[in-house]
Structure formats: C-alpha cells, structure tokens
C-alpha cells in the first residue's frame, strides 16, 4: 500500500480549492471547497470564508472550472485476459488525466467475463483495479439463482447483459426471459441491469454474408447492417419487462438502464413512454453518437466503427434535443479499445473490423466542444457526467460537489484549446485507433482529485495510484 504521500501532489490531509467557477447543486458560485480526509466537508461562496482562508492551505484555480469528477458507467478496461487491449494502469491513468474520478468496468473483454463471484475476485485482486465493477447476466446465471446472489454479494454494482451477440464468446446473449429472472434477483439488492439493446433481425443481417455485393470499406454499408429496427425491438422486447420494476410490481427494487442509445426514434419514444408509465428505467447515450454522423465518415475509417452504429446527422441533433430536455439522462464512454490489429485498418473492413470506439482521456473535452453551440451548462455536465451515473451505480457519496461527499473533483479550463496530435500525451494503450486523433478540442483538464488526492496536475500523475475496488455491500 503506498504512502499518502506516493498518492497526491499535495501534502495536506486539509486545504480549501477555490475558484470563480465552483459547479454545485444550486448553481455556479466563486468560493471554496473544503476538504478533510478525503471529503468534502464545506462549500463556501467567496463573501463568507475570508477569516477562514487567511493561514489555511489553498490551491487557488482562479477563473478555472471547479466540477464533480466524472463517474463513466461504462468502461471496457479489459483486464485480466487482454491486457494488449487495455488495463486498469493504463485506463485509470487516462480517466484521471481525462478528469473521470471513478470508472465502472464492463464485465466483458476481459477472460474470462465477469460472470460469477470467482471470475470477480481475479479483478478486485488486481493491484491497480480502482474502478467498481459491473457483472453479467448470461444465460449460464439467469436461471441460477443462488450463483447470481453470489456474484451480487462479492460486490458487483448492478449486472449488465446483451440482447444480440456481444462479440465475446464467453458472454452469450440473453432473452427477455433471462432477463425477467435477473431483474427479480437485482430487486432484493435493489441494483440495475445494464442491457445493450439491439436485436438481430435476420433479413436485414443478410449483408454481412454478402460481402462483395455491398463495399465493406463504405460506412454506409456497415449501417444497413445494423439499422434503428434493431435497437426499437429490443427497446420494445425489454420494455415489455420492465414493467416489472413499478411499484408494486414483482421486481420493485430494481432498475433497467439502456446503454448506448443511438436510435431517436421509435426506441426513444418507447423509452420516454415506459418512464412516463412508472417503469424504473433510465438511458444513456455516449460523446461519439453526440459528436459525429455517418455522413462525415470516410470509406474504410473503421476508427468509427462501434455498435449500435453513429448515425445521421438529423439523428445527432435529435440526440443532442433528448438530452438537453432530459429524455436521455447521463452519458458514458463506452470506451472499448482493441488492439489496433483488429481495427483493420490497412483493409478498411467495416463488416470485420472490431466494433467499439476509443475515447477515454476525451469525453469532458469532446462533449464540451461538440455541446458548446446547443448551449450545454456546466451544471448540465455535471448532471450527465456525474450526478446522474453517481445514481445508477448506487454511489450517494459520488456525483456532486456537497457537504459529505467524497472529494472527486475536476479542475479544467473551458476555453484552452489543444490538438489530439501525435504530440498530445494520451494514457489509454492505442490512442492511435480514437475516432477523435485529429481533432481539435476545447476543455483542458489541469488537476483531478480523487477522494482529496491530487492524481493529476499538469500533465502528470502522482507517483503511486491509491485508488481501491469499488464493491457493493
Ligand atoms: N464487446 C464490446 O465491447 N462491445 C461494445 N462495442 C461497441 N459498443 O461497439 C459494446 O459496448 O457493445
Ligand atoms: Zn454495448
Ligand atoms: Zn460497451
């Protein structure tokens, strides 16, 4: 276990941060935050703290932004099994130097899968596994009852499952059944389920056989392989169970959460149907669906290619409207790396190439940049980034910046621009397959805090990460 003073740049176990910009709750005040063993413990406006912050310790960010750190609920850290993908190491670092204070893992593309309490423990076992877990509900557990309260008990967040095939062998798609079944278990621990809601609908998969008829290299084509009728009748099979999680309903308790939605059509009118109807049920869309439309991608970039697909730009804007009135309630990542082999990019293969995007470090940049012109607040950010995944992953202490919480902040600055260019230091392991290299961004991140510990200041990290597995109880 490192020293305190391995895990921060700051040698106080007490300071105040103070700024113009401090994002809380009830708004954007000038003041300070004070911190004491890891927490929060007083939010002050500038007019009422002067006697106190005479000969005190204070880091002073000026006109910078103060924010909650980011909470990203979905992650793909990859380990153990394909470390060449990803890492905890290398995802933590990214997330810090990216203002994401904590990180809950995906339990696939690891090996084995997060299935069971076993397959659990090798990743709380890892040294740098400072991030919470979720667990998945495959069609092995959905049934077994007393497997899935194990995999509960040992301390995973909530369960996440597919309702296509995931890609990873050793973590199988389940059906509204399997679903039904794990939303009654997830009730008695009051956690979620995260589903990935696309369905395979076969005549409209044919494509993929058809390789040759169709050009693999045009995003176009990769498209038609997976259009909105696949997220609309899983949104609409799903929802026939969430019904389940009202009040009074036999899975009461519980709590379907949508990742990834890309369609803003029909499904998301289910969706915003089902909430108004009492379901317990929330969704989140990611910064790639926000930032870019399939018009804009090149023939053979498979840097984009990801699942659901980024669709058109009329899409894009009908996301950005969902958001912004709170149809669609938090945003994640869904960093999902490869190994630039399996990107395919010399070929340019859309139809082989591994689907996921790689953006960790950026998702606070990229979604302020690309939200700028809609007008997005820093306390709307703080919403989708932070109070609202807080939530989700059942972490109160998490998600804003009060009295009582744990001390997970984000110091950045609004207006610096910088270029993702080779010169640009990125954490996560491929920075090369992001569908963002290239960009020019606005939003520079100049410390992150986590639990009162200066990770990140200007470009580096604390000599030893201190971060622990974030598990249930
Ligand atoms: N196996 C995966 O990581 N899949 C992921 N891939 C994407 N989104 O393209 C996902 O979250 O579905
Ligand atoms: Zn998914
Ligand atoms: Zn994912």
């Not at 700051?10 to 005040?29: A, M």
């Not at 007008?375 to 807080?390: D, F, K, M």
Request: glycine share 8%; proline share 5%; net charge negative.
């Amino acid at each position: 276990k490192p020293s305190n003073s391995e895990c921060s740049f700051l040698p106080y176990d007490r300071f105040w941060i103070t700024s113009n910009n401090i994002v809380t709750p009830h708004g954007v005040i000038s003041g300070a935050v004070e911190v004491k063993g890891g927490n929060i413990v007083s939010v002050v406006k500038r007019e009422n703290q002067q006697w106190k912050l005479k000969s005190a310790n204070v880091v002073d960010y000026g006109d910078a932004v103060v924010m909650p750190g980011l909470v990203d609920v979905h992650a793909h850290l990859d380990e153990p099994g394909r470390a060449e993908w990803e890492g905890f190491s290398s995802g933590t670092k990214a997330a810090a130097a990216g203002g994401i204070t904590t990180l809950i893992d995906m339990p696939l593309n690891s090996c084995p899968s997060t299935v069971s309490e076993e397959t659990l423990k090798l990743k709380v076992r890892m040294l740098d596994s400072a991030s919470g877990f979720w667990g998945g509900l495959v069609p092995d557990n959905a049934f077994n009852k007393s497997a899935l309260e194990g995999l509960l008990k040992a301390g995973v967040l909530g369960l996440k499952s597919f309702m296509c095939p995931s890609g990873i062998n050793d973590f199988p798609m389940t059906n509204a059944s399997h679903i039904k079944e794990g939303l009654q278990v997830l009730a008695k621990f009051k956690r979620p389920l995260l589903v990935h809601a696309e369905i395979q609908l076969d005549s409209e998969s044919d494509l993929e056989e058809n390789d040759g008829v169709d050009d693999a290299r045009s995003y176009s084509t990769y498209l038609k392989t997976r259009p909105p009728s696949w997220e609309e009748a899983a949104v609409r099979e799903l929802l026939e169970v969430t019904k389940d999680t009202r009040t009074g309903g036999p899975s009461e308790g519980s709590h379907v959460h949508i990742v990834h939605l890309s369609d803003t059509r029909a499904s998301l009118d289910m969706i915003k149907g089902a909430k108004s109807s009492g379901d317990s049920i929330t969704v989140e869309t990611c910064p790639h669906y926000l930032a870019f439309s399939s018009e804009q991608i090149q023939d053979g970039d498979t840097r984009f290619k990801c699942s659901p697909p980024i669709r058109d730009s009329a899409n894009r804007e009908r996301l950005w409207d969902a958001l912004v009135d709170g149809h669609i309630d938090m945003l994640s990542s869904d960093h999902s790396p490869t190994e630039p082999e399996l990107k395919l990019l010399d070929e340019g293969d859309f139809l082989r190439a591994w689907g996921g995007i790689s953006s960790l470090q950026y998702v606070l940049p990229v979604t302020w940049s690309y939200g700028r012109k809609y007008g997005i607040t820093l306390n709307q950010l703080a919403s989708w980034w932070s109070e609202q995944p807080s939530k989700l992953a059942g972490q109160d202490l998490k998600g804003a910046i009060a009295n009582g919480n744990h001390a997970d902040i984000v110091v950045w600055e609004p207006d610096t621009e910088f270029d993702l260019d080779d010169n640009h230091t990125a954490y996560h392991k491929h920075p090369s397959i992001s569908a963002y290299m290239g960009k020019r961004l606005s939003g520079k991140v100049l410390a992150t805090f986590v639990r009162g510990n200066l990770v990140y200041k200007e470009g580096k990290h604390a000599p030893a990460a201190c971060g622990v597995p974030i598990l249930a109880k």
